[in-house]
């Protein structure tokens, strides 16, 4: 350890010295950077693995394509060779996952690795994150192709879905992560270009694709989270006019036809994980209102129609994640135990708030979970790079 990390180190546990002024980042860091290293030391040794390197009969893509299943489908004993059908909320094991899993894999590496550059500023950390990067989105041989056309598959139905985009909120902290690294000059003009061509290529086809409007229109966290990867590959990309697109979306869209009066969202209560749901859509919408608040305007302080803002859906739940025993809907029928984890929402709402209790809450729970479910339903794992990189607001 160099003795200029030393000393921010023992300024972060000195924080009652007059001489030490911590930031907001240096309190998530000094939260998450044990772990973050150790879990950035593993990582040093992990080969990238992409979607090549898996592959299921049932895909009718090739083997660049991002293949998965609809994961509450299963098969039919009146019918054993019909279509499957499905049984919400329960998980089928069966279906073919693999490419899910390597892409969130993927993302947790990339994003880990670039929050200890962030901690440390050595650039084994970047360099490793960048072999990630380079397998999965430059390198010919094993790449993913820029599209989502085989997503959620239903076995005998449907070969993809829209409902199948939802799976790309894997790579939100990829492309995070790409712009930290872009901004400390750690990818050569070369790579960044490509990177960023990846990006757009994949937006036109989400924004254009039958799919990609399907997953737009939709009702609840699938909507929220069409706009949220929207929101992040356009920042990375320059794209000013999705990125205004997005924001009034998220104003005039997600926010009136999602929330209500008391700043729940009923849709999700409906379902039959409506714990986990209320806090997957809530992360998801409070992501959007960090990416997209510029300096003109802080999307933390809007207020539509009918009073809903993204403030109240975060005083909604708050307290049934500080104490879930007061829950007052149906638990969910699977995972209900292992939820909360600390919550992006609380942590991006109470730095646009100065909302000291509900940081507290955050820093109290678990950061880094290990069941795989809810892993997948925590796409913001690494915040270092969300908020030490992000200090700065967009001036677009």
């Not at 380079?134 to 056309?149: I, Y």
Request: glycine letters at 6%; one cysteine or more; aromatic letters at 12%.
């Amino acid at each position: 350890m160099t003795k200029a990390i030393l000393t921010s180190l023992l300024c972060l546990v000195f924080i009652t010295s007059a001489t030490c002024q911590i930031s907001f980042a240096e309190k998530v860091a000094k939260t998450l950077s044990k772990q973050v290293l150790i879990d950035a030391n593993k990582a040093l040794d992990e080969l990238p693995i992409t979607v090549t390197a898996y592959s299921s009969e049932r895909s009718k893509g090739g083997k660049h394509d991002f293949f998965s299943e609809g994961d509450y489908w299963w098969p039919d004993s009146l019918h054993p060779n019909g279509p499957y059908i499905q049984r919400d909320g329960l998980t089928n094991p069966q279906n073919f996952t693999a490419h899910r899993l390597a892409m969130i894999r993927f993302s947790k590496a990339v994003g880990n690795l670039t929050s200890a550059y962030i901690l440390t500023k050595n650039t084994k950390y970047s360099n490793a994150a960048m072999g990630h990067l380079k397998a999965w989105l430059l390198d010919t041989a094993t790449l993913m192709n820029p599209s989502l056309l085989y997503g959620q598959a239903i076995t005998r139905k449907v070969s993809g879905r829209g409902i199948g985009i939802i799976d790309m909120i894997q790579m939100v902290e990829v492309a995070q992560s790409v712009s930290v690294l872009e901004k400390a000059d750690l990818i050569n003009n070369k790579d960044i270009i490509e990177i960023k061509n990846w990006f757009t290529q994949y937006l036109r086809w989400v924004t254009t694709h039958p799919y990609g409007i399907d997953e737009r229109e939709a009702k609840n966290n699938h909507a929220t989270c069409w706009v949220m990867q929207v929101a992040v590959f356009s920042k990375l990309v320059g794209d000013t006019n999705l990125l205004q697109y997005c924001s009034k979306r998220f104003k005039q869209v997600l926010l009136l036809g999602q929330m209500a009066p008391n700043g729940s969202f009923p849709l999700e209560l409906k379902r039959t994980k409506p714990y986990g749901y209320s806090l997957f859509n809530l992360d998801a919408m409070v992501t959007l209102a960090h990416v997209l608040s510029t300096q003109k305007e802080n999307l933390f302080d809007f207020i539509g129609t009918g009073n809903v803002s993204i403030k109240k859906g975060i005083e909604f739940m708050f307290p049934f994640i500080a104490n879930k025993a007061s829950w007052p809907y149906a638990k969910d029928v699977m995972y209900f135990d292992e939820w909360p984890v600390a919550p992006i929402s609380l942590l991006f709402g109470s730095k646009a708030t100065n909302n000291a209790g509900w940081f507290d809450t955050w820093k109290k729970l678990e950061h880094f979970p290990t069941n795989e479910e809810v892993i997948r339903n925590t796409p913001i794992r690494n915040p270092l790079i969300w908020i030490n990189n992000s200090l700065e607001k967009n001036t677009k």
